[in-house]
Antibody, heavy 124, light 107 residues
C-alpha cells in the first residue's frame, strides 16, 4: 500500500544538526513532489519545505531558510531533511507528505499522503 | 506574511451541522484544501480544490468557497468527527500556508 515512513528524529542540543529521512513505498516516488511539514507540541501545522519530483526545484519557509536543506534520492525512494543550527523553536513532529504528480494530479496541490511523523526535540 | 484565519473552536451536538471557515485574501485565486487531524495521528485530506471529496471520505463532509472565505461543512456530525481541522492554500507566489486550525468538539 501507499506509505511514507519517517525516521531520524531524536533529542539534539541547540546549534547541532540532525538529518531526517522519509521512506516511500507503494507508488512511483520519482514522479511526485514531496514536502516536509512540522507541528510543534500543542500547535498547528507549519509547512517547512518542498522539492520537485526530480529534485531540481526546492523552496523553504522563511523560518528555516539557510538552515535546512531538503533533498531526495529517487533510486532509494527516500526524501531527506538536513537540519543545521537547530533552535529550541524547531522542536516539533516532522511529517513528510506527498505533493502533486509531475504531470498534474486529481488532488491539485493537496498533500494526499502523510507519514506518521518523527519527533525532534531541541534542548540542552 | 500571508495568513489563513480560522476560528479556534467550533462546538456542535451530534446530528447537527458544523461549519468551519477559513479566510484569506488570496483564496479567490488559490484553491483551498482541508485536513482532519485526530490526537496522535497524522492529518488526513478531507476536501481538495475547495469542494471536492477524496474517495473514502464520508459524504457528510463538503466544502464551498465564496470570495475570500472557504467553508468546511460537516452535516450530521458524528462523535468520530471530533478532531482538529486545518485549511491549507498558497499565497500569490505559491508558498504553502496552513490556517491555525479549528478544534471541533462534539457535545
Amino acid at each position: 500500500q501507499v506509505q511514507l515512513v519517517e525516521s531520524g528524529g531524536g533529542v539534539v542540543q541547540p546549534g547541532r544538526s540532525l538529518r531526517l529521512s522519509c521512506a516511500a513505498s507503494g507508488f512511483t516516488f520519482s514522479s511526485y513532489a514531496m514536502h516536509w511539514v512540522r507541528q510543534a507540541p500543542g500547535k498547528g501545522l507549519e509547512w517547512v519545505a518542498v522539492i520537485s519530483y526530480d529534485g531540481s526545484n526546492k523552496y523553504y519557509a522563511d523560518s528555516v531558510k539557510g538552515r535546512f536543506t531538503i533533498s531526495r534520492d529517487n533510486s532509494k525512494n527516500t526524501l531527506y531533511l538536513q537540519m543545521n543550527s537547530l533552535r529550541a523553536e524547531d522542536t516539533a513532529v516532522y511529517y513528510c507528505a506527498r505533493g502533486p504528480h509531475a504531470t498534474g494530479t486529481t488532488y491539485g496541490d493537496a498533500f494526499d499522503i502523510w507519514g506518521q511523523g518523527t519527533m525532534v526535540t531541541v534542548s540542552s | 506574511s500571508y495568513e489563513l484565519t480560522q476560528p479556534p473552536s467550533v462546538s456542535v451536538s451530534p446530528g447537527q451541522t458544523a461549519r468551519i471557515t477559513c479566510s484569506g485574501d488570496a483564496l479567490p485565486k488559490q484553491y483551498a484544501y482541508w485536513y482532519q487531524q485526530k490526537p496522535g495521528q497524522a492529518p488526513v485530506l478531507v476536501i481538495y480544490k475547495d469542494s471536492e471529496r477524496p474517495s473514502g471520505i464520508p459524504e457528510r463532509f463538503s466544502g464551498s468557497s465564496s470570495g475570500t472565505t472557504v467553508t468546511l461543512t460537516i452535516s450530521g456530525v458524528q462523535a468520530e468527527d471530533e478532531a482538529d481541522y486545518y485549511c491549507q492554500s498558497a499565497d500569490s507566489s505559491g508558498t504553502v500556508v496552513f490556517g491555525g486550525g479549528t478544534k471541533l468538539t462534539v457535545l
